[in-house]
């Protein structure tokens, strides 16, 4: 049962627009998300994060927005830009007590940006 | 400089040899985890710990073996590997016992034949 969901294996977006990935989840439990970058052959790196308390965080060209009632959230990239052409990941995840049950990744969308 | 170091980067196997992939943290992370990723499976958790001589399974265990023996180090073993562990293998180590904002090593992509 896949408790994060990300629909779009790739997205395909001209260089200056908007990007927008999508994310869902099942679990109401997840009180903390995050979005990870990956490019071939490196780990993926944190990119930005949204607590549930709130419904958008920003950092510079990138915005996350958390729709806790439809379990839906979104990366906004703009402008869209050659280098952020990668594997996207959708992470959430909850605490449980002072376990560390740590995240649960979508299975990524692959955004490409066209020159 | 802080960061996740994994050792080997590639490795070619066979059958039932049994094989041990390192991963240090430098940052005096408490928590640190194994992920494997797979083509149209994303990143599955393998095992996770959340401070010395504490590991716990996490999605697909099976045939994986951890120790957290020091704080750094963060060695997965496969004892006796099969073909269905062909995969890229990454370590992530965390300040928080939650799991929020890992830092991921650069991967092991493994082969057994």
């Known amino acids: 049962d896949q408790q994060v969901k990300q629909n779009s294996p790739s997205l395909s977006v001209q260089e200056g627009r908007i990007s927008i990935l999508n994310c869902d989840y099942t679990?109401?439990?997840?009180?903390?998300f995050l979005w990870y970058k990956k490019y071939p052959a490196e780990g993926p790196t944190f990119l930005i994060s949204?607590?549930?308390?709130?419904d958008k965080n920003e950092d510079g060209r990138f915005t996350v927005f958390l729709n806790k009632s439809a379990k839906h959230l979104s990366l906004h990239i703009v402008p869209s830009q050659p280098g952020d052409s990668a594997v996207y990941f959708c992470?959430?995840?909850?605490?449980?007590?002072?376990?560390?049950?740590?995240?649960?990744f979508g299975k990524g969308t692959h955004l490409i940006i066209q020159p | 400089e802080a960061q996740v170091t994994q050792n080997p980067r590639y490795l070619i196997t066979v059958t039932g040899k049994k094989l041990t992939v390192t991963c240090s943290q430098n940052?005096?992370?408490?928590?640190m985890s194994w992920y494997r990723q797979d083509p149209g499976l994303g990143l599955r958790q393998i095992y996770y710990?959340?401070?010395?001589?504490?590991?716990d399974k996490g999605d697909v265990p099976e045939g994986y073996k951890v120790s957290r023996k020091e704080k750094r180090n963060f060695p997965l073993i496969l004892e006796s590997p099969s073909p269905n562990q062909t995969s890229l293998y990454f370590c992530a180590s965390s300040l928080y016992a939650q799991g929020i904002g890992y830092t991921f090593g650069s991967g092991t992509r493994l082969t057994v034949v």
């Open positions: 949204i607590s549930s308390i709130k």
């Open positions: 940052m005096n992370h408490e928590y």
């Open positions: 679990n109401s439990m997840f009180d903390y």
């Open positions: 992470a959430a995840s909850m605490y449980s007590g002072g376990g560390a049950d740590g995240l649960t």
């Open positions: 710990s959340m401070n010395v001589e504490v590991t």
